[in-house]
């Protein structure tokens, strides 16, 4: 019998297990992550960056409120992400959230912090109109600031959030050296890849001298299209920097293909032997690939003159990549009269693959040529299958950490170049680029968050209407099937239990 005392202890208790429950989610805070590709755990990276956190970082999230559920979404998932983020900092990282759309003092703080609004459609008694929406966040560390103006559905929300902390709790940014001296494009010329790398790197240009080569400050050195033979004593300077650890990106050109012209011709910088002692051939020929970019031919049809674009089988589109930290998340990447490069190390200490390759249609031509921009194209011109036109170097030395060298068979693929001539390249090309650059100079794994986000799975566009037609219904009502059948099974199973008691009372009452 429960008694006024017995409910009293029993109400309590409860309370007290409450409060118990409640403090211990304050002081240790987990969750358990099932999906494949942990998108909701924070890596190693990011809590290393987390770890070296000597300054608070109040984290200000500009989000709108009552958007449409996928959106909403991402505020939650932001959310929980910041959760993350405050409980492996040891309380460094403070955040809050802010709706702009409140008032306007509040939204004109928001733009003036940098937060950018987005328009989204909203659907309302069965019609769409357009409603502004805040999805961003600006991060501060003392006088120091960080803008995330939006944040993209399905983005990599980790790298944009570790980035910037990083960006804050650095006080100096590691230099990158970009060689100089042998005919290689200015800085000026790499308007967007140095946007890019400025995020987290300085870039410097280095100019080798009689009597120094690559200073002790650079860890990583990047050449790019040189077009002048390059000294013996520099190709010294550069082996006694791998042999200190040194990292060292080398975009190559080979070949040179002059369109103006329409000629094809052979360059020689001295870098062509030096990696050949090395176990590394660039060759000297153009790569040709029917999977390809076009060029513009002007043709006279009557009394006009039309630009008519044409497949250039001598501008290689690339998209076969080994799987790696530099081209994850990239589709296609456009190597301008590259040349392929053949491994021929059986050095075992040395790490050596491909980490780009043409398709399953390319060849090879050797300079000098003339190129027919008519010319019809079949398949017997493409004889070759996957040639590596960007490969990575790993070397094991007892003395340092190993050095690690990327070279690619073609140096013009991030080169926007100056005045008149520049031109904006595509996002793949750069990203390529700077990805490379960023593996070569940072330890920590960061370049791993780049492409973390919402992975999309569709249906494969190879299946047929009705198979995808019965996947969608299948999928629709299959969890209601099973719902059913466990509330039949339910109703069955208790149905028999009391049948069960019903018999057991019957006969016990008989014998009585």
Known sequence: MLTRKKVQTSILLVIGILLLINFLASRFFFRLDYTEDQRY???????????????????SAYFSE????????VRQDFRDMLVEYASNSGGLIVYEFINPSVDQQTEMKAQQSG????????RERDQV????AYLGAVLQMGDRKEVIPFIQ???AMEYALSTNIKKLAVKEKPAIALLQGHGEPKLSALNQLNEQLSVLYTVEPLEFSDTSGVPSKYRTLVVIAPKDTVPELHFRYLDDFLNRGGRLLLALNAVEGNLSKGMGEKIYTGFEDWLKQKGIELENSFVIDA????????????????????KFPYLPIITNFTKH????????????????IKLTSTDTSVIMFPLAVTSKKSGVENPPLYFDAMKQWTASDFPLSSQPVAVIVEGKLPTTSGYKMIVFGDGDFAVNGEGQSAQQLGEDNISLMSNAIDWLSDDTGLIELRTKGITSRPLDPSLEDSTKTLLKYLNFLLPIILVIFYGVFRFQLKRKIRNQLMTTDYVSESKQ
């Open 325 to 340: 930290p530099i081209t994850e998340g990239l589709e296609s990447v456009v190597l301008p009269f590259a040349s392929p």
């Open 41 to 59: 755990s924070l890596s190693k990276a990011t809590k290393d960056i987390l770890t070296d956190l000597n300054e608070p970082v109040t984290i």
């Open 115 to 122: 937060i950018r609004p987005i328009m989204i459609n909203v």
């Open 66 to 73: 009552n958007l449409p559920p996928d959106i909403e979404k």
């Open 291 to 310: 999977n390809c970019s076009n060029v513009t031919v002007r043709q006279q049809q009557g009394y006009f003159v039309m630009n008519t674009p044409v």
């Open 129 to 132: 109109k357009q409603q502004r």
């Open 153 to 155: 559905p399905g983005a």
